[in-house]
């Protein structure tokens, strides 16, 4: 670019020394030479330019051949990058899959870190359950205080009630089932 600029100025100092010609100064030409690719360059990027609606038809389609890969077609279609990664972390070992039991029979497969607590599972559960309207439509907000406060999930007997508590000190392993469990009244 610094060589077109030079030859730009040579060029105009060129046509002051050639008599009857106007003469620019440096700033000019610098100025018209700015201008001129900026227009070309404008031009180029509106030619190669792709509406918002086509580049989301690419990224879905591309998307969609990539769930198909036998890694990751127990993702749904309209999937996140946040279950893209949970499903890679699950092959590698890195992750693990809890079975949660609700009351109507339903089982949720909810994926966490190894060493995941209590509380990581509960957002865990809050995210799949978010995830899942929004692709079945229905109830459009879920007070997860109120759930929290009337359900309590339970391994094996044990009612998980420490947020902090990590999900193996539980005994809580890969495909175990964790059930929710209403709390009952205190009199």
Known sequence: MEEEQRACT???AGAAEGGGQSVKDEEEVKEEYVTDTAAQGGEE??????PHSEILDIFEEGLARLVQDPLLCDLPIQVTLEE????????YGQAMTVRVLKADGEVMPIVVVQNATVLDLKKAICRFME???QRE??????SWRYV???YHLV????K???DKMRLKDYGIRNRDEVTFMKRLRKK
């Open 10 to 12: 040579a060029a105009a």
């Open 45 to 50: 990027e509106d030619e190669d330019a792709l």
């Open 84 to 91: 893209v990664n949970s499903q890679i972390a699950l092959e």
């Open 131 to 133: 995830l899942k309207q």
């Open 137 to 142: 439509g229905g109830v459009k907000h879920i």
């Open 148 to 150: 929290w406060r009337t």
């Open 155 to 158: 391994f094996q007997g044990e």
């Open 160 to 162: 998980l009630e420490d």
